[in-house]
């Protein structure tokens, strides 16, 4: 499977959740790259969008929730020691896909004091 790899050109195709971890991995691994940084905020964006189109839950046994709020600490930490806003920028733009995240899989979760009554209106 080959990875979707930022370059100084614009990309237009969404990324996978997955694409977008590896390029943000990679982006965090380098040097701060403004136009590799500023890209990976707007495909969160994007991916924050399509999250609430998934069919199913995404994160059931919570590796997508660990691996985001992991790469969110090496966000904040690599902000810290370079003080790069487009990396704080990055660091929100994942705390913004872990929301959405869920936010999408509690709203396809039934509610555990659901007893079956409805609602009438």
């Known amino acids: ?3 979707k790899v930022l370059t100084s050109r614009p990309t237009e195709a969404t990324m996978t959740i997955t694409e977008f971890h ?10 701060p790259d403004e ?5 990976l905020a707007k495909h969160a964006e994007q991916l ?14 919570g590796r997508v929730s660990e691996a985001f709020t992991q790469l969110q600490a090496q966000a904040r930490s690599q902000h810290e020691v ?3 806003q487009n990396i704080a920028i990055l660091h929100d733009a994942l705390g913004n896909i872990l929301a959405a995240v869920f936010q999408h899989d ?3 979760t039934p509610s555990s004091n659901n007893d ?3 609602v009438e209106m």
């Not at 590896?22 to 040097?31: C, F, G, N, T, Y």
């Open 116 to 118: 079956g009554d409805s």
């Open 1 to 3: 499977m080959a990875t």
């Open 106 to 108: 509690q709203d396809l």
């Open 82 to 84: 370079t003080g790069d």
């Open 48 to 61: 924050c969008d399509m999250v609430g189109w998934a069919d199913g839950t995404i994160d059931k046994d």
């Open 22 to 31: 590896r390029a943000a991995v990679a982006a965090l691994a380098a040097e």
């Open 35 to 39: 136009f590799v940084l500023k890209e």
